[in-house]
């Protein structure tokens, strides 16, 4: 272990692991002790396995054109129940006020006549629609999945980065990393309380089904995906499967009469539910993009007419606007009456000339973000830039100050990370991902880990090449913890010799939507698309497109 820890740099940035004398953290204890037992050579041969697992399987991500699996590092991130506790409050509070303040956009207006958020801030917004005005979902739910990215700064403090309301992606990551790395580690799952997060497509299921129109006691769900060229589109596949659902495309829908069906071997079944997976622009080519080849007409005029829920609900992207996220705190306070128990990231809004002049003054000593960007596109981090990225910079700002955003740069926590035989420090954010069934919101416990892999880099997302962890977080003693996985043969062969012990029992194979309590692992490989025979460019083009701001 000493070896793999050569060259560490304790205490450049808050380290979860280690402290800045380099001694394991409380937390962390367990870990550092399997790490040192099993050595550098059994680790890479572990992490190389875990990569032939999710290629095998089909979870995979397209990075620069590349299908490459999903980068899982072997060493896991700890989360104790206590700090928990927080993360899963702080994000219940602010999905609930952004769910009023859609409600509100969409409808009333009261917050433009409180003067909490100008109106002009919201209409300027690309993400806002004007469609979408006066459709309200019949349980009053506009966000039925978030996933609300967090980064731990300088003093280990839990932040909220960004907000994600449309169409938010890296679920899928989050239980397929647990069961890989459950199969590969079982001994070190059995010393840690580890909360189970197979639940998810159960939990969705239960808040697409309460999204149902009045009246509709057993709802026709489906996962509507803009097609096999999506990067994410392995977890449009695992989750229609995991629930029970159909996975379609927009040209297998149909409205008629503002009902929306689909076609069946039966003839045509009205479709309730939509999970969709497909950008607003493209959602509904009646409506947005004439030129929309993975939409289908006519569902917008569905929803209003509330023949069917859109989940999530379209519009919901101005709310993820950088902009409107420097406002979130006073909606929390407005709506809730509350304090936020997560803050923000200190942030500048380029709205007055003197804060337009200050930024620009110090660009080199700041973030600057597009209100706008997604996967970590268009992100400059001045003390990282170069002096003709400042200047295009300063130039895009003075063209257009409402589409940026300046933020101080914070250093972001670091775990260690397999890079080769050693463990280096990486940077890493949390995704959160929460479900509201109207009802009560409920943050799946643990979330993604992203990975900023090249050295000092702060950019983690996957389509930056960014690499992800599985997230443990720990139980109290009284809570549900994950069971302990069955190892492959496969990982039986790499374990020989390493000191790990295999476990008494393979997983069950599952069968049909699990319940709230049960585990997914076991299921069968992703399906592997059929032969579509030649391409087309136009639609697979679309697919590609259709990131979302919430890709991961």
């Not at 040192?36 to 572990?46: F, Q």
């Not at 993360?87 to 006549?113: I, P, T, W």
């Not at 958020?117 to 300027?124: F, G, K, L, N």
């Not at 804060?355 to 970590?376: C, E, F, H, Y």
Request: charged letters at 20%; proline letters at 8%.
């Amino acid at each position: 272990m000493t070896d793999m820890l050569a060259g560490y740099r304790f205490g450049a940035a808050w380290d979860e692991v280690y402290t800045s004398g380099g001694a394991p953290r409380p937390t962390y204890g367990g870990l550092h002790e399997a790490l040192t037992a099993a050595g550098p050579e059994v680790l890479s041969n572990l992490a190389a396995f875990l990569g032939t697992v999710f290629r095998d399987q089909g979870i995979t991500f397209d990075h620069e054109g590349v299908e490459r699996p999903f980068p899982l590092d072997i060493v896991p991130r700890i989360i104790t129940a206590a700090e928990w506790d927080a993360v899963e409050r702080g994000v219940a509070q602010r999905v609930r006020a952004l769910e009023a303040f859609l409600d509100d956009v969409y409808g009333s207006g009261l917050v433009f006549r409180d003067g909490v958020v100008p109106r002009q801030v919201v209409v300027s917004s690309q993400h806002f629609h004007r469609q979408a005005f006066g459709i309200r979902p019949p349980n009053g739910v506009r966000v039925h999945v978030s996933g609300i990215d967090l980064v731990r700064d300088e003093q280990g403090e839990f932040r909220v980065l960004e907000d994600n309301l449309r169409t938010p992606s890296g679920v899928s990551y989050v239980v397929e990393n647990r069961r890989a790395l459950a199969r590969v580690l079982p001994d070190l799952f059995a010393g840690h309380l580890v909360r189970p997060v197979a639940g998810y497509p159960a939990r969705l299921l239960a808040a697409l089904r309460a999204a149902a129109p009045p009246g509709v006691e057993d709802p026709t769900i489906v996962v509507l995906t803009p097609g096999v060229y999506n990067a994410a589109y392995s977890e449009h596949t695992l989750l229609a499967r995991q629930m029970g659902v159909q996975l379609v495309e927009g040209r297998d829908l149909s409205v008629v009469g503002n009902e929306v069906r689909i076609r069946t071997t039966r003839g045509h079944q009205r479709v309730d539910v939509i999970y969709r997976r497909v950008d607003d622009d493209f959602l509904d080519p009646v409506q947005f993009r004439a030129d929309s080849m993975v939409g289908s007409p006519g569902l917008l005029n569905a929803a209003r007419a509330g023949n069917v829920t859109l989940a999530n609900a379209v519009g919901n992207g101005v709310a993820d606007d950088k902009l409107i996220y420097t406002y979130v705190p006073d909606l929390i306070r407005y709506y809730l009456s509350e304090e936020p128990v997560l803050r923000n990231v200190e942030t500048w809004r380029l709205d007055t000339p003197e804060n337009i002049a200050q930024v620009l003054s110090n660009l080199g000593d700041l973030v600057l973000k597009p209100v706008d960007g997604s996967g970590g596109k268009g992100i400059v981090i001045g003390p990282q830039a170069t002096d003709d990225e400042l200047a295009a910079l300063r130039a895009a700002v003075e063209a257009n100050p409402r589409g940026y955003v300046a933020q101080r740069p914070v250093r972001l926590s670091t775990v260690p990370t397999l890079i080769g035989d050693q463990l280096a420090p990486r940077h890493v954010d949390l995704r959160p991902f929460a479900v509201n069934d109207g009802r009560e919101v409920w943050v799946l416990p643990g979330g993604l880990t992203r990975v900023a892999l090249p050295e000092g880099s702060l950019i983690v997302n996957s389509s930056q090449g960014g690499g992800s962890k599985d997230t443990w977080v720990l139980a109290s003693p009284a809570g549900p913890a994950e069971p302990v996985a069955g190892a492959t043969s496969e990982t039986s062969a790499v374990l020989a010799g390493s000191g790990l012990t295999e476990p008494e029992a393979d997983l069950p194979a599952g069968a049909g939507a699990p319940g709230l309590g049960d585990h997914v692992d076991g299921r069968r490989p992703l399906a592997v698309p059929p032969d579509l025979g030649p391409s087309e460019p136009p639609r697979e083009q679309q697919q590609q497109q259709q990131q979302g701001r919430g890709a991961c």
